[in-house]
């Protein structure tokens, strides 16, 4: 028996690296001789590195750069387990989870550490280069990470400005030609599991700076500052690029990065051909993939999502197992065999992130002792 164990992060409570380490338990608890592949998945944001460091069978490099509120931090890149690509995650150089509640205001935040770990990996020779969006603390649209690689900003007067969000509202001239030279001659891949653009209703101020520590008066400042960051960018670059799907990744860096050459592209999928997911399903008996919760909302773009359709295209049963599930009209049977929750009686939220490691094996032992019983496989 063939079994590819891919779920994603239970979020705040349980790592995709751990999770897929639980139900594989499972199924040797259950199926002793089972060939089991765990591939931890992600779609971008935190996690995505050691996600995709495991699954290539990869390594982890430290690195010091600028933390999102412009403090030394220590962080890390990951490297391919075949040597020729490098993993570098926002969530780990300017994450949300690395500024304290209290201090989160994106006038405060930059991606320049982002920019510092880019450059590191161009020093260690690398030219292949996959990038996850998520996680981020800023909506500085880039500029911290293009200061980093080289670009410079000026205000009204000639001065150089600094990196930060409340530096947006002082640029009136940008000059990209000291830019980093080498990243004319690399490949940037970005994982993002966002479309929206820059700017507007639906861009990067309005639709994520609040989750980042933003006023209603700030979202409003920002996506004007960010409108003319863009403009004086575009005009530079002769490239229209700020409405297009997943330009307002990250508080503007997809813009950024598309700025540089970058190609932004579906997390999931991302991350998926990098470990070689479609050639172990192809291959298993059965796919079990999992997330903290799961609704219709599944059913675009998520990690899960992409599991099941690579399922269904190679015809095998593929089973959802997450930690609530709200799916009233069985939309998610749509693309998945079965879907579980782990909750097994009335419990608190609270009780349910403790206990989640537990809850989630003994899920797989039934899900696993179901397939046993029925005879489906030994």
């Not at 991606?111 to 590191?120: A, K, P, T, V």
């Not at 520590?213 to 409108?227: C, K, P, S, Y």
Request: charged residues 20%; aromatic residues 8%; glycine residues 12%.
């Amino acid at each position: 028996m063939y079994v590819t164990v891919c779920p994603d992060s239970f979020k705040g409570s349980l790592s995709s690296k751990n999770a897929a380490k639980t139900i594989a338990k499972a199924c040797h608890d259950v199926f002793p001789n089972a060939h089991v592949t765990q591939m931890p998945m992600a779609d971008g944001g935190e996690g995505t590195i050691d996600a995709l460091i495991y699954s290539t069978d990869g390594k982890r490099y430290e690195k010091s750069v600028t933390g999102p509120i412009g403090q030394p931090i220590e962080s890390y890149f990951g490297v391919h387990g075949d040597g020729g690509t490098a993993f570098i995650e926002v969530g780990n150089t300017a994450g949300l989870i690395q500024v304290p509640e209290d201090d989160r205001n994106p006038y405060h935040t930059t991606s320049y550490g982002l920019g510092e770990m880019i450059q590191h990996v161009l020093d260690e020779g690398f030219n292949q280069i996959i990038v996850g969006l998520g996680g981020s603390a800023t909506n500085d649209g880039g500029l911290g990470m293009l200061t980093a690689l080289g670009a410079k900003f000026y205000d009204k007067n000639g001065q150089q400005v600094d990196y930060f969000g409340k530096d947006l509202f002082n640029i009136h001239n940008v000059d990209l030609s000291m830019l980093d030279p080498r990243l004319k001659d690399i490949s940037i891949q970005v994982a993002s599991d966002v479309d929206n653009p820059l700017c507007g209703e639906r861009g990067a101020s309005a639709i994520f700076g609040p989750q980042k520590g933003a006023t209603n008066e700030q979202v409003q400042r920002l996506d004007q500052a960010l409108d003319n960051y863009a403009a004086l960018i575009e005009q530079e670059t002769g490239n229209e690029i700020r409405n297009v799907p997943g330009a307002g990744a990250a508080g503007g860096l997809g813009f950024a990065l598309m700025t540089v050459g970058s190609t932004l592209t579906s997390g999931a999928e991302l991350v998926g051909q990098t470990m070689q997911l479609e050639e172990s399903i192809a291959k298993s008996h059965l796919i079990i993939t999992g997330e903290g919760q799961s609704d219709e909302q599944t059913l675009f773009g998520k990690a899960p999502s992409y599991v099941a359709q690579l399922a269904q295209k190679h015809h095998k049963p593929v089973v959802l197992i997450s930690g609530s599930v709200d799916d009233p009209d069985l939309k998610l049977l749509d693309q998945f065999t079965a879907t579980f929750s782990i909750m097994n009686m009335p419990m608190s939220l609270t009780d349910a992130m403790d206990q989640v490691e537990q809850l989630l094996y003994e899920q797989s032992i039934q899900v696993f002792n179901f397939y046993k019983t029925i005879g489906k496989f030994t």
